[in-house]
């Protein structure tokens, strides 16, 4: 008999895991406290902008293997295999990560838990957060230790998520017994032959921890590089693409520009360097600090620059902010360098008129002080300066000629190195960007 799946969070991890298990042909029960949310997505109505999540989304609940509720109850008598999926944003105040949602989710569905079951964390979590959590079940489950816990991190990238759970690169998972090892081995079999990692507990959660540090020393590594370049006046995106040629290094995740954002990579980083502190391993981890310091120094330099265009002053200055999501394909404002340069512009008194292809209601919500276009030509009229922050597609083939009909004065400040330059320069656009001479 194939088990039934629920999964506790319907956030964006949440939804995606739904909805994908449930088109595998699993029977899944999506929960979450959030009423209005569950009334959505029972709708077939997706609370975030996911590529190809919503047909999915609406196979599941057409199929009737899909289905939500707000009953942990309910949840705990329809489910074997319980999969947590709660956000552990960074605390307020300080780099530790807040796993409290985490913890109510274990607290409120443990004691219903009334025959043997597994649950299934895939939280990005501080390590030892998994055992804890399993001490806590088996002392609130009334069935105990049959109420068994494992570790089994997501690996997801906004705008692939679909893509990333079907076809995963790897599935890790934190296990301590056979059976579960088992369960999930059988449970991920749909998706063909996909190389497992069975682990401890510990090295589940690191091994997510670890990768999100990875991509963000990378990433910060260019943009130093890009420092450097500026000073040297040099190329980043020439030395950038030979470095690529080297096998040992690769070119992803080597592209200089304005940062990393989102609400993963800057608070796990952290959330890393904090719970290191706590293990009493703290200088092993302190490089983290200058990767997040340098990330930040690429937030300021883009408003350095575009304050550079504008003639040394905001004040009495249009500028024209193409994108507001931390990356193209998404809704994510959280931690936003796009944003966050705009704020900074509006603050220094610059008019600031911002346009996003999706994001600009939640933009609109975090930023009611922002003034917002209904497209890019809108964002740009009359602008003095105009800022590529977001490397949507629409934006990377704009006209610069078209463009240029409705601006002030033809500048150019591109934050992610996607644009033709000859072309845009050619238009006669003053074109600046980080690390290009």
């Known amino acids: 008999m194939p088990y039934r799946l629920t999964v506790i969070g319907t956030g964006y991890l949440g939804i995606t895991h739904a909805a994908c298990m449930a088109d595998l042909g699993y029977d899944v029960l999506g929960l979450d406290i959030d009423a209005d949310k569950i009334n959505r997505l029972r709708d077939g109505e997706l609370p975030i902008h996911e590529p190809g999540l919503e047909p999915v989304l609406r196979r599941g609940l057409e199929s009737g293997r899909l289905r939500f509720t707000t009953s942990y109850e309910e949840a705990a008598a329809f489910g074997d295999v319980h999969f947590l999926c709660l956000g552990t944003p960074q605390k307020a105040g300080e780099f530790a990560a807040d796993v409290s949602y985490l913890d109510s989710a274990v607290e409120s569905l443990a004691p219903h838990l009334t025959r043997e079951c597994l649950i299934v964390g895939k939280s990005t979590v501080p390590v030892g957060t998994a055992s804890r959590l399993a001490d806590k079940l088996a002392r609130l489950a009334p069935v105990g230790d049959e109420a068994e816990l494992a570790w089994n991190p997501e690996f997801l990238r906004e705008g692939f998520a679909v893509q990333d759970t079907m076809n995963p690169d790897r599935i890790v998972v934190g296990v301590r017994s056979e059976q579960a090892e088992k369960i999930l081995r059988e449970i991920y079999q749909p ?65 200089a520009g304005l940062g990393f954002g989102g609400g993963c990579l800057p608070k796990d980083i952290r959330a890393f360097m904090a719970r290191a502190g706590e293990l009493g391993a703290d200088q092993a981890l302190t490089f983290l600090r200058e990767v997040d310091a340098i990330n930040l120094r690429r937030r300021a330099r883009m408003v350095d620059l575009a304050r550079e265009l ?20 998404s809704d994510d404002i959280r931690d936003s360098p796009a944003l966050d340069v705009a704020v900074q512009i509006g603050q220094q008194g610059g008019l600031v008129s911002v346009y996003d292809p999706i994001a600009l209601d939640n933009a609109r919500k975090a930023h009611p002080e922002l003034n917002y276009a209904t497209s ?62």
């Not at 963000?216 to 006046?233: D, G, L, Q, R, Y």
């Not at 240029?404 to 004065?409: D, F, L, N, Q």
């Open 376 to 437: 890019a030509i809108e964002a740009a009229r009359g602008a003095h300066v105009v800022l590529l922050l977001t490397e949507w597609q629409e934006f990377v083939d704009l006209d610069p000629e078209e463009l240029g009909s409705v601006v002030a004065t033809r500048k150019i400040v591109d934050g992610r190195n996607a644009l033709d330059v000859p072309a845009w320069r050619a238009a006669g656009w003053h074109y600046k960007a980080l690390g290009r001479p």
């Open 310 to 329: 504008a003639g040394g002053s905001f004040h009495g200055c249009t500028v024209g902010v193409l994108g507001a999501a931390f990356k193209p394909n």
């Open 191 to 255: 998706l063909g032959d996909i190389p497992m990692v069975v682990t401890d507990f510990a090295t589940s959660e690191l091994v997510k921890t670890a990768a999100n540090a990875f991509l963000a020393t990378k990433i910060s590594f260019i943009n130093a590089m890009a420092e450097v370049c500026e000073a040297a006046h040099a190329d980043v995106n020439q030395l950038s693409k030979a470095l690529s040629y080297d096998d040992r290094i690769g070119g992803k995740f080597l592209n």
